[in-house]
């Protein structure tokens, strides 16, 4: 059977001065997810945005938006972030003190749920929460800025986490999306792939290859992207 394999551009590499613009044209140009950089200079030494920007670029996409939170503690936001349109909420587990509770407030408020592990972080917090779970994110690179490089350690932890997806899409018939994040490009997506995930954000390999003056300018590197997932 054919695999399915999800482009996730992260917006943190946008022009911001065009940001819907930005969004119109990676989404034109194939790719399939908007990943959204929430970072609070607290859980992670970075600043970005919030659900104020969620909210203005609800209008611009039908595209499904994919918060990742890298912000503490999550509880109280989680709601903002549902009303503003996003489809997909992702945390940390170590940013959360009750991390059941606040996937079920993700579920509860109509979206998809995940969790986002570190590259030192276990795996181990899956083991009571799966049910819980529509995805998983590894970070494929310590979070907190785009444009840095892959930890290759990274491709034995997809292989553990598509093991423990596989048996229980087995088990119980549900799908839960596997994700990477961090320093993904054409030339390491196809053996990202082989290494089990489904889905690819990348933010400075996409937005840092537009050539302003051209309007299809995400199609080339879209299309060498999914060319290297064809190899997969
Ligand atoms: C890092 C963010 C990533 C980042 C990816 O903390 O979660 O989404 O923007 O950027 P690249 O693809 O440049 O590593
Ligand atoms: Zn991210």
Known sequence: MEKTFRIAPSILSANFAELGQEITDVITSGADIVHFDVMDNHYVPNLTIGPLVCEAIRPVTDAIIDVHLMIEPVDRIIPDFAKAGANIITFHPEASNHIDRSLSMVRDLGCKSGLVFNPATSLDYLDHVMDKIDMVLLMSVNPGFGGQKFIPETLNK??????????????????????????????NITEIAQAGADTFVAGSAVFGAANDNDPNKYDSIIGSLRASLAKA
Do not use: F, P, S
């Not at 997809?158 to 093991?163: I, T």
């Open 158 to 187: 997809l292989r553990l986490a598509r093991k423990k997806i596989d048996q229980y899409m087995e088990k119980t018939g549900r799908e839960i999306w596997l994700e990477v994040d961090g320093g993904v490009n054409a030339d």
